[in-house]
């Protein structure tokens, strides 16, 4: 295992956190009770959520190995969260064994798990960088991101389920601008985004329990999702419901409705 960084301070199990949630709401088992807790009352307003988050995950996969079909070679997967199998560098190395995953998160958590992020294939290579999107330098300058990728190469940069955890003051279309900025020409955006747009009264709801557990969540609408892409070259069909997303021919089941979802997913390329 290379050196991944060091997380700043110890977990801090007095308050949820987004990550935690989520792998809360994924079925999983690396959260705590306050994290369940502040879920729970979450499902309570939004029975959908699991499946927002399943949806959310089950694009991550697509749109991974869309890509790596496609012949990209490097990803860089920014707002990892708790590993959850398959995690992008399996997906993507399943297509492509040779694939390069560079994985930034800013959890300590998820770096305590950081071992199975880094679980690659002999032909392929895994990293992890201890880091917050809302620090971008801190992702591009690492030493772990360049002796993983070469960004003078096409790189996937995945910000999946994340941006609606920044608020509009610390600059979110700023950040992803600037991200995007670092990229080569031919370089692809994939990004996910939680949206009020199909029920504004339950995501209301829904916000304000995140606010009270201090977690500065807010909801986008489509044409705001939209602006995340700016300048790039959307790959059909758009911004969509991630469900929609090249789910061609999948049987959705009648839990799986634009509204229990509350998603827009996208992949752009940069030109």
Known sequence: MAETGSASGTIDTSKPHPARMY??????????????LAAADVEAVFPGIKTCAQTNRLFMHRATRV???AGIRQFLDIGTGIPTTPNLHQ???????DAKI???????????????????TPEGRTEYIHADVREPESILKAAQLHATLDMDQPVAMSLNALMHFIPDSDGPYEIVQGLVDALPSGSYLVLSHCTPDFDPETWEKVISIYHRSGIPARVRSKAQVERFFDGLELLEPGVQVPHRWHNEGAHLGPEITDAAVSLYAGVARKP
Request: charged share 25%.
């Open 67 to 69: 890509l790596a079909e």
């Open 102 to 120: 560079v994985y930034a998160d800013n959890d300590p958590i998820v770096l305590i798990h950081a071992q199975a992020l880094l679980r690659s």
């Open 91 to 97: 997906v993507a190395q399943e297509v492509a064994p």
């Open 23 to 36: 792998d809360y709401y994924l079925g999983g088992k690396d959260h705590y009770d306050v994290d369940a």
